[in-house]
């Protein structure tokens, strides 16, 4: 299996650093707001990373974090006239419940910035006592020039930083030994949220942030380091700045990246208009199709959301599904259990397809590629399931399409769904019976409900119901 890492600039077979095993780190969003279909494309790329990983036989430690203390939050909770804390807990199960929605399977951890403060603050002193790190009035500084290997993952050039980039230059420049020294740590404003430390009271720095989370939750080296590749400089850049400074070893063997997404060919800003949460899409698109969108190119080319591109990725993902829909009617009424010779050698064809499915996702994970070797499997699985073929082959051709798009995170084993607005309905109609002390009834909806795999609770402000 071969992946292009961003450290080196090229593709590189993949060696765990240990057997079997695969520890990987994904910058999570910043909550403030509902996530926006940019935050939706590493989520959806590298779930899928994971998946293959998964079907490959390896044990993933799979760890993504939520920044939850940010001047953005700060900001809206000024705004609203509530916490900080209000917001990020609110806007983390929002993006919980987009996740759902785009089938991402739950991370092994998602640490939160403002539970690790503690780790933070020894990693800080950490870089501190080696001489990387210095304090100026309560702010703490990390010495970048002190770092030699510093700009290898963005392979960018201090002094050329110096000279032409400012993403690096923060407030409180008189402060600092060399303008590109960045913050580690930072006193509180008025009315922001603090924490302890040795230097000030106040909150750390991002790049610290995500250091320390992947220390404690993955160890001091990792297998895989991804995000988007808005990342790679100067956060990631920063992040091995600290990491490898701190603890004396190579942060991570490998850097991925995915590409970035326009809306209509133009860069996604609120300035023109063309900014689209996943929440907006999911009232017009099943995320599902949204999910067969963005896997319907490489992860590290550009990307073009369009409504004629979702039309598309509509009609491609219908035909998979319309596959297993077939099959499973075929299935309900065949007439024999076990596969004839015939059926055997007809089954056995289809390893083709799986090994075209494998190479494309061992080739730097190329999605593309990967759906295209499904349509072939759809295809054969159309012009070969009939009425008169056995269950045993009929289940076996399902069961592979249903590996290989799992694989995907698309889900083609559709359960009958109940829409919202039933449910909301079926609670009136038990509300109305409890009144009229119509309990056996009453009961009778809530188990029908829960049947469907809706689970009713009864709370002060009402009835509330989710997913079981």
Same mark, same amino acid.
């Given at each position: 299996?071969?992946?292009?890492?961003?450290?080196?600039?090229? $593709?590189?077979?993949?060696?765990?650093?240990?057997?079997?095993?695969?520890?990987?780190?994904? #910058?999570?969003?910043?909550?403030?707001?509902?996530?926006?279909?940019?935050?939706?494309?590493?989520?959806?790329?590298?779930?899928? &990373?994971? %998946?293959?990983?998964?079907? !490959?036989?390896?044990?993933? +430690?799979?760890? @993504?974090?939520?920044?939850?203390?940010?001047?953005?939050?700060?900001?809206?909770?000024?705004?609203?006239?509530?916490?900080?804390?209000?917001?990020? $807990?609110?806007?983390?199960?929002? #993006?919980?419940?987009?996740?759902?929605?785009? +089938?991402?399977?739950?991370?092994?951890?998602?640490?939160?910035?403002?539970?690790?403060?503690?780790?933070?603050?020894?990693?800080?002193?950490?870089?501190?006592?080696?001489?990387?790190?210095?304090?100026?009035?309560?702010?703490?500084?990390?010495?970048?020039?002190?770092?030699?290997?510093?700009?290898?993952?963005?392979?960018?050039?201090?002094? /050329?930083?110096?000279?032409?980039?400012?993403?690096?230059?923060?407030?409180? =420049?008189?402060?600092?030994?060399?303008?590109?020294?960045?913050?580690?740590? !930072?006193?509180?404003?008025?009315? =922001?949220?603090?924490?302890?430390?040795?230097? @000030?009271?106040?909150?750390?720095?991002?790049?610290?942030? #995500?250091?320390?989370?992947?220390?404690?939750?993955?160890?001091?080296?990792?297998?895989?380091?991804?995000?988007?590749?808005?990342?790679?400089?100067?956060?990631? =850049?920063?992040?091995?700045?600290?990491?490898?400074?701190?603890?004396?070893?190579?942060?991570?063997?490998?850097?991925?990246?995915?590409?970035?997404? +326009?809306?209509?060919?133009? $860069?996604?800003?609120?300035?023109?208009?063309?900014?689209?949460?996943?929440?907006?899409?999911?009232?017009?698109?099943?995320?599902?199709?949204?999910?067969?969108?963005?896997? @319907?190119?490489?992860? %590290?080319?550009?990307?073009?959301?369009?409504?004629?591109?979702?039309?598309?990725? $509509?009609?491609?993902?219908?035909?998979? &599904? +319309?596959?297993?829909?077939?099959?499973?009617?075929?299935?309900?009424?065949?007439?024999?259990?076990?596969?004839?010779?015939?059926?055997?050698?007809?089954?056995?064809?289809?390893?083709?397809?799986?090994?075209?499915?494998?190479?494309?996702?061992?080739?730097?994970?190329?999605?593309?590629?990967?759906?295209?070797?499904?349509?072939?499997?759809?295809?054969?699985?159309?012009?070969?399931? /009939?009425?008169?073929?056995?269950?045993?082959?009929?289940?076996?051709?399902?069961?592979?399409?249903?590996?290989?798009?799992?694989?995907?995170?698309?889900? &083609? /084993?559709?359960?009958?769904?109940?829409?919202?607005?039933?449910?909301?309905?079926?609670?009136?109609?038990?509300?109305?019976?409890?009144?009229?002390?119509?309990?056996?009834?009453?009961?009778?909806?809530?188990?029908?409900?829960?049947?469907?795999?809706?689970?009713?609770? /009864?709370?002060?402000?009402?009835?509330?119901?989710?997913?079981?």
């Amino acid at each position: 299996m071969k992946l292009y890492n961003t450290l080196s600039k090229q $593709k590189e077979e993949f060696v765990p650093l240990e057997e079997g095993k695969v520890k990987m780190y994904v #910058c999570g969003p910043t909550v403030y707001n509902f996530i926006h279909i940019g935050n939706a494309r590493p989520m959806i790329v590298f779930d899928t &990373v994971r %998946r293959y990983f998964e079907y !490959k036989g390896y044990d993933v +430690n799979y760890v @993504s974090n939520f920044t939850d203390v940010d001047d953005k939050i700060i900001k809206r909770a000024i705004e609203e006239g509530v916490s900080s804390d209000e917001i990020s $807990k609110r806007y983390i199960a929002e #993006c919980k419940k987009d996740m759902d929605g785009m +089938n991402i399977k739950p991370a092994t951890k998602n640490p939160m910035a403002t539970e690790e403060i503690c780790g933070m603050v020894d990693m800080i002193q950490t870089l501190i006592d080696k001489g990387y790190a210095y304090e100026k009035n309560g702010t703490v500084y990390y010495r970048t020039r002190k770092f030699e290997e510093y700009g290898k993952l963005s392979h960018k050039n201090l002094d /050329d930083l110096r000279s032409g980039e400012r993403s690096l230059l923060v407030t409180g =420049e008189d402060e600092k030994e060399d303008p590109l020294d960045f913050v580690l740590w !930072k006193p509180k404003k008025e009315g =922001e949220p603090a924490w302890e430390s040795p230097w @000030s009271d106040g909150r750390p720095g991002w790049h610290i942030e #995500c250091s320390e989370m992947s220390k404690k939750y993955l160890g001091e080296q990792i297998d895989i380091h991804a995000g988007g590749e808005d990342l790679v400089f100067p956060h990631h =850049e920063n992040e091995i700045a600290q990491s490898e400074a701190a603890n004396g070893k190579e942060f991570a063997k490998y850097w991925m990246h995915n590409a970035f997404l +326009n809306i209509d060919n133009r $860069k996604m800003s609120k300035s023109l208009g063309n900014f689209r949460t996943v929440r907006e899409i999911s009232q017009q698109y099943d995320l599902q199709i949204l999910r067969f969108f963005m896997l @319907s190119a490489h992860y %590290r080319s550009p990307l073009n959301f369009s409504a004629d591109l979702m039309e598309a990725s $509509k009609s491609g993902l219908e035909r998979i &599904v +319309n596959a297993a829909d077939n099959l499973k009617f075929l299935l309900g009424n065949a007439k024999s259990e076990s596969m004839t010779q015939e059926e055997e050698a007809a089954f056995a064809k289809t390893a083709e397809y799986v090994q075209e499915f494998e190479r494309a996702m061992d080739d730097d994970f190329n999605t593309a590629d990967a759906i295209a070797s499904v349509f072939d499997l759809v295809k054969y699985i159309n012009t070969t399931a /009939d009425a008169d073929k056995s269950k045993e082959f009929l289940q076996n051709l399902f069961d592979l399409l249903v590996k290989l798009t799992d694989v995907l995170g698309l889900i &083609v /084993d559709k359960k009958e769904e109940m829409l919202a607005e039933d449910i909301e309905k079926m609670i009136e109609e038990r509300q109305a019976a409890r009144k009229a002390k119509d309990f056996a009834r009453a009961d009778a909806i809530r188990d029908e409900l829960l049947a469907k795999g809706i689970v009713l609770e /009864d709370t002060r402000e009402g009835v509330k119901w989710k997913k079981a």
